[in-house]
C-alpha cells in the first residue's frame, strides 16, 4: 500500500448508522413465581445490546417480550425505528406466541441469539440452593437453549427467515465474531440500498456474458441505477483551469502513481484533467459506484475522456466509488460489495494458468484499486488498448500479497447469487504489460479451481480483495435472500 493515503481503506460507508434491533424473550408467568428473574434477564439483554453497539451501529433495544400484546408492541417499535435487522435474544423459555408477531411485524432478517449467560451451571453450588423453587428459577436463568428448537419450528412454518448464533455471553470469541460477522453484512445490505451505480456508455458489445437484467440488480440489492452521459464527462473536463490540472498531476505522483519516466506530461495533464471531471461527475451525481464502457465515435471531446479515464478511475476506486469497465454492472455490484467490507475490490478476469507454478494469473486493463495494491502503482503509456480503441496512460498493480477473496454476481435460476473462492496472492513474475495483474494459489489446483469456477457460469470479470471475506460474503447472501456458493 502507498504510504500516503488520502482515503485510507475503511469499512464505514454507509449514509446513516445501521439501525439494530434487540429484543429478549420471557414468560410473564415467571415473574411472580420466581423473584429476581426479570430484573436478571433484563440486565443480561442490556449487556448484549451494549456488546451489539459497534461503531456506526444505532442499538434499539425493546426489552424483555413476554406476553403477545407486548410481542405485537414491540414489532411496531421496530418498524417505527426503521431496524435493519432483528437479533433476538433468547434468556429463558418463553411461548412462540410471544416471538412470531415481532418478527411478522417487523419484516427484517432475523438472527437468533441462542446465549447462555455462563458456559456451564456450577452444579455444586446450584444444589446446594435453599429450595426447589430457588433452583427453578436459577435453571431458568440458563435456559436459553430450550425454546429455539419451538422458535425455529415456528418460523420455519411461517415462511420467515432466521439465523442462529449459539454460545455464550461472555467470554465466546467464536460467537461473537459470527455476531459481528451478521451485523458487518447488515450493514453492507443496507449501504448497497442507500447506493447509486452510475452506467455510463454502453456494453461491450458481443459479450453476452456481462449483459445483465438492471432492474433484477436493483430488486435484490436495492441500488438505484442512475444514468450518465460520456458528455457530462467531457463538458466537465473544460470546468477545470490549467492550475487545477497541474496540481492533480503533481498528485499522481505524490499520492497515487509510481509515474514511469516514458509518461509524456501532455499525457498526464490530459488524464488529470479527467481525474477531476470524474470526481466531479461523482459528486455531481452521488455516485457510490459506476460502470462505463464507450466505443470512440469520432467525438473528440467524448474520445479525449474516455482515453484518459483509467488514472483517474482508480483514484476514485480508491476513494471506494468503485468504477468498472466494459460496462461491467454485476461486477460493479461486486466490488462495492468488497469495498464495503473494507477488502477492497479490484476488476479482474483470467489472464493465464501457470500449471508449472501451481497458480492462476488475473487481472484486467483499466482501473485498479489502489489502496490494496503490493507497493506503488505503476502509471505507463500504452500505444494501444487492446481490444478497445485509443491510447493513453493505464495502471500496473499486484494485488497485495496474502490471502485474498474473489467474488462474482451471477445470476442464476431468475435471480442473483453470489460465488467466492478464498485464494493467496504470492509473489512471483507478472506480465508487464500495463495492466493489473497478480498471481494467486489456490487450495485446488488451477485445472480443478478453473473447472469448479467455471461450473458455476459466473461472468467471465470478477471483483478482489484482500482478506477472507467468504464468511461474511455466505452471510450477506443469507439477508439478501440469494444463494451463496463458495468454490474453495
Given at each position: ?9 475503511t469499512?464505514?460507508?454507509?449514509a ?14 415467571y ?27 444505532a442499538?434499539?433495544?425493546?426489552g ?19 431496524v435493519d435487522?432483528?437479533?433476538l435474544?433468547v434468556?429463558t423459555?418463553?411461548?412462540s ?8 411485524i417487523?419484516k427484517?432478517?432475523?438472527?437468533i441469539l441462542n446465549?447462555?449467560p455462563a458456559?456451564a451451571?456450577d452444579?455444586a ?8 423453587v ?5 435453571w431458568?436463568a440458563?435456559?436459553s437453549?430450550?425454546?429455539?428448537p ?11 427467515p432466521f ?8 467470554d465466546?470469541?467464536a460467537?461473537?465474531?459470527e ?5 458487518e ?5 443496507a ?5 447509486r451505480?452510475?452506467?455510463m ?7 453476452l ?8 440488480q436493483?430488486?435484490v440489492f ?13 463538458r ?5 483551469s490549467?492550475?487545477?490540472?497541474a ?12 509515474v514511469?519516466?516514458d ?13 477531476l ?6 459528486d455531481?451525481n452521488?455516485?457510490g459506484?459506476?460502470?462505463?464502457y464507450?466505443r470512440n465515435?469520432g ?16 483514484i ?5 466509488i468503485?468504477v468498472?469497465g466494459?460496462?461491467?454492472?454485476k461486477?460493479?455490484q461486486a466490488?462495492?460489495v ?8 479490484s476488476?479482474?478476469?483470467y ?10 494469473l488475473m487481472?484486467?486493463?483499466g482501473?485498479g484499486?489502489l ?14 488498448y487492446?481490444g ?7 495502471v500496473?498493480?499486484s ?6 477473496t ?6 442464476e435460476?431468475?435471480s ?6 478464498l485464494?493467496?496472492?504470492?509473489p ?5 504489460i ?25 461472468a467471465h470479470?470478477c ?5 477472507d471475506?467468504?464468511?461474511r460474503l ?15
Amino acid at each position: 500500500m502507498m504510504t500516503t493515503d488520502p482515503w485510507p481503506l475503511t469499512t464505514d460507508h454507509s449514509a446513516r448508522p445501521l439501525r439494530v434491533g434487540v429484543f429478549g424473550i420471557g414468560l410473564d408467568t415467571y415473574w411472580p413465581q420466581f423473584a429476581g428473574l426479570h430484573d436478571r434477564l433484563a440486565a443480561q439483554l442490556d449487556r448484549v445490546a451494549r456488546k451489539l453497539a459497534l461503531p456506526g451501529v444505532a442499538v434499539h433495544n425493546a426489552g424483555l417480550v413476554d406476553n403477545p400484546d407486548r410481542a405485537r408492541a414491540a414489532g411496531h417499535e421496530f418498524r417505527a425505528a426503521d431496524v435493519d435487522i432483528l437479533f433476538l435474544y433468547v434468556t429463558t423459555y418463553a411461548l412462540s406466541s410471544t416471538v412470531l408477531p415481532v418478527a411478522q411485524i417487523a419484516k427484517v432478517p432475523v438472527v437468533i441469539l441462542n446465549l447462555a449467560p455462563a458456559p456451564a451451571i456450577d452444579y455444586a453450588a446450584f444444589n446446594r440452593l435453599p429450595d426447589r423453587v430457588t433452583m427453578t428459577g436459577e435453571w431458568l436463568a440458563h435456559c436459553s437453549a430450550c425454546p429455539v428448537p419451538e422458535i425455529a419450528n415456528v418460523f420455519k412454518r411461517a415462511r420467515i427467515p432466521f439465523h442462529q448464533v449459539t454460545g455464550t455471553v461472555d467470554d465466546d470469541p467464536a460467537a461473537w465474531r459470527e455476531i459481528t460477522e451478521w451485523v458487518e453484512a447488515a450493514r453492507v445490505a443496507a449501504a448497497m440500498r442507500d447506493n447509486r451505480l452510475g452506467l455510463m456508455g454502453s456494453y461491450y458489445g458481443g459479450m453476452l456474458d456481462i449483459y445483465t437484467d438492471l432492474t433484477l440488480q436493483q430488486a435484490v440489492f436495492g441500488t438505484h441505477l442512475e444514468f450518465v452521459e460520456v458528455g457530462q464527462l467531457a463538458r466537465l473536463r473544460a470546468r477545470f483551469s490549467d492550475a487545477d490540472v497541474a496540481r492533480r498531476a503533481a498528485e499522481f505522483s505524490e499520492k497515487f502513481f509510481d509515474v514511469q519516466p516514458d509518461c509524456a506530461p501532455a499525457d498526464i495533464a490530459a488524464a488529470a484533467r479527467t481525474s477531476l471531471a470524474l470526481d466531479a461527475l461523482a459528486d455531481a451525481n452521488r455516485l457510490g459506484s459506476l460502470a462505463y464502457y464507450h466505443r470512440n465515435t469520432g467525438v473528440a471531446e467524448n474520445d479525449e475522456a474516455i482515453n484518459t479515464i483509467i488514472p483517474g478511475a482508480s483514484i476514485l476506486t480508491q476513494r471506494h466509488i468503485p468504477v468498472a469497465g466494459e460496462y461491467e454492472v454485476k461486477n460493479a455490484q461486486a466490488m462495492k460489495v468488497m469495498d464495503l467490507f473494507g477488502a477492497g475490490g479490484s476488476f479482474t478476469e483470467y489472464y493465464a494458468l501457470d500449471f508449472a507454478a501451481g497458480h492462476v494469473l488475473m487481472g484486467h486493463d483499466g482501473p485498479g484499486h489502489l489502496a490494496i495494491a503490493e507497493g506503488r502503482t505503476k502509471l505507463r503509456p500504452l500505444r494501444a488498448y487492446h481490444g478497445k480503441t485509443g491510447s493513453g496512460l493505464s495502471v500496473e498493480m499486484s494485488v497485495r500479497h496474502g490471502p485474498v477473496t474473489l467474488l462474482s454476481v451471477i445470476e442464476e435460476n431468475g435471480s442473483l447469487a453470489l460465488l467466492t473462492a478464498l485464494g493467496e496472492s504470492v509473489p512471483g513474475p507478472i506480465l508487464e504489460i500495463g495492466n493489473t495483474n497478480s498471481r494467486y494459489k489456490f487450495t485446488l489446483p488451477p485445472r480443478e479451481f478453473a473447472n469448479a469456477w467455471n461450473a458455476h457460469g459466473p461472468a467471465h470479470h470478477c471483483a478482489i480483495g484482500t482478506g477472507d471475506v467468504t464468511p461474511r460474503l455466505a452471510k450477506l447472501a443469507a439477508l439478501l435472500g440469494i444463494p451463496a456458493h463458495r468454490v474453495c
